[in-house]
């Protein structure tokens, strides 16, 4: 069994900063891409961005120069500091992995996390 636990959400005024932490925990063999989507109020989920393995990024154009993912592969955690925050940042933030088990390791299967929620008032 694999899981993903997120933190670092809250409240936030616009302009202000945040770092969102996801750990992956469980019988990991490795560990391949991993990323942020987030997800407003009415609207469809949106992906933020991603990191390989080899650390190479991609992020979607409404958070490039201001968000940037990175992770710790020793600790199995992904991050996403996001500076310059707007209230167009409101939503709930969900990481992922694409996630090999010991018992299992060819395959990469998806995992998600809970999602947190990061509000930014104007």
């Known amino acids: 069994q694999v899981q993903l636990v997120e933190s670092g959400g809250g409240l936030v005024q616009a302009g202000g900063s945040l770092r969102l932490s996801c750990v992956a925990s469980?019988?990991?063999?490795?560990?391949?891409?991993m990323g942020w989507y987030r997800q407003a109020p009415g609207k469809q989920r949106e992906l933020v961005g991603t990191i390989t393995s080899g650390d190479s990024t991609n992020y979607a154009d409404s958070v490039k120069g201001r968000f940037t993912i990175s992770r710790d592969n020793a600790k199995n955690t992904v991050y996403l500091r996001m500076n310059s925050l707007k209230p167009e940042d409101t939503a709930v933030y969900y990481c992922?992995?694409?996630?090999?088990?010991?018992?299992?390791?060819?395959?990469?299967?998806?995992?998600w996390g809970q999602g947190t929620q990061v509000s930014v008032s104007s």
């Open positions: 469980g019988s990991i063999f490795s560990i391949n891409a």
């Open positions: 992922f992995a694409f996630i090999a088990m010991v018992d299992n390791t060819r395959v990469f299967y998806t995992y």
